[in-house]
């Protein structure tokens, strides 16, 4: 038996160099990335928020479920390299990298309306769409 | 928020130096379903013979914070006293259509789903309160998820110290392990809150936690 393959509808990917949310403060940062993402694209993040933007990340997302019609909240992996298991040179790299302003981190938000989910584990992320 | 951060450490170390009179707020964070309530249910019923708040297979049952104080712990002869304080699920999206999955009417769900946005928010606003935190996770479900983290990254940034629990283990998707290879450098315990299984281990975590704090 042949299984039918259901078609996707479309979707958009908007990526954000960090240099575009670098300069700007913590409640500007945030802004900038919901209102992409209640335009129903998904962002994807050179870098990452600070672990205290990423809760209010979440606390703006949950006023705006309240607030915006339509809008479920949204669906938010950080993909952030280990280097742990890297030898001696190649942390030094990596520090004089990280020192340099170099961003290794991924950032993805995705409207849960189109985002049915992320899976997340150490090495990568799977983006699961809505059909 | 670095004021807030400062303020909480200094009055950690104040406190500090009166342990043994003071009552610990212990938080319990994690994603919605995961067992915050039963196992503070647990607690609360081992050892005030009260619960602190309603259980349910449906998410989102706890929407408001909710808390118990003075619950003494006489464990292996050391006493320590708390407050448990229950949080609602932390959850990055929330739709009412998902509780009417659960043959809830369209406006009980909305109202629901209201009431759980602000639960979240709440939730995270109380962070700065704890003394100590548990986070829960249902072991059967994938420990990676972004909240996670997000939640314990956050507790680290505060100074607050945490024990996680790998809940659910009477379940055979349970996997403890893979919990433990998530989060390396914490503590984590496998339980059921459900069953009442490894509860002394659980206990005994929890006084561990209670000296850092």
């Keep these: 038996m042949v299984k039918k393959i259901r078609k996707i509808k479309g979707f958009t990917i908007q990526f954000l160099p960090y240099t575009e949310i670098e300069n700007l403060k ?14 129903g694209i998904i962002v994807i993040l050179q870098g990452r928020l600070t672990i205290e933007e990423e809760a209010r990340l979440i606390e703006d997302t949950m006023a705006m479920v309240e607030h915006v019609k339509n809008f479920k909240g949204v669906e938010l992996a950080v993909l952030n390299p280990n280097s742990n298991n890297l030898g001696l040179v ?13 961003q290794e981190a991924i950032t993805i938000i ?22 | 928020m670095v004021i807030k951060i400062i303020a909480n450490f200094v009055r950690r170390i104040f406190s500090g130096m009166f342990k043994g009179k003071r009552e610990l707020s212990l938080g319990f964070y994690g994603p919605p379903n995961a067992g915050k309530t039963t196992l503070a249910n647990k607690i609360c ?10 259980v349910s297979k449906i998410p989102h049952e706890t929407r408001a914070v909710q808390f118990k104080e003075k619950v003494e712990i006489d464990f292996k002869g050391k006493k320590l006293t708390f407050k448990l304080v229950d949080t609602p699920g932390i959850a990055t999206k929330i739709d009412y259509e998902d509780f009417m999955k659960f043959k809830m009417k369209k406006r009980d769900a909305q109202k629901r789903a209201k009431q759980a946005t602000q639960g979240v928010v709440d939730a995270i606003k109380w962070l700065d309160d704890m003394d100590a935190v548990i986070v829960v996770i249902d072991a059967t479900k994938n420990p990676y998820s972004q909240v996670n983290i997000t939640i314990i990254g956050n507790l680290v940034a505060r100074k607050i110290p945490v024990l996680i629990i790998a809940n659910k283990v009477d379940l055979r998707k349970a996997d403890v ?4 290879a998530a ?7 496998g339980i059921s809150a459900k069953k009442g299984k490894n509860m002394e281990e659980f206990y005994e975590s929890a006084f561990r936690l209670a000296k850092k704090a």
């Design chain 1, 110 to 131: 995705g409207p849960a309306s189109i985002v049915r989910e992320m899976k997340r584990d150490p090495k990568k992320i799977e983006i699961l769409m809505n059909r």
């Design chain 1, 90 to 102: 190649g942390k030094m790299k990596h520090g004089l990298a990280k020192a340099l302003g170099a």
């Design chain 2, 183 to 189: 989060f390396p450098e914490y503590d984590v315990v």
């Design chain 1, 26 to 39: 913590s409640g500007e940062r945030i802004r900038k990335l919901l209102n992409v993402v209640l335009k």
């Design chain 2, 177 to 180: 392990k893979k919990v433990e």
């Design chain 2, 45 to 54: 019923k081992d050892w005030t013979g009260e619960e602190i708040g309603k």
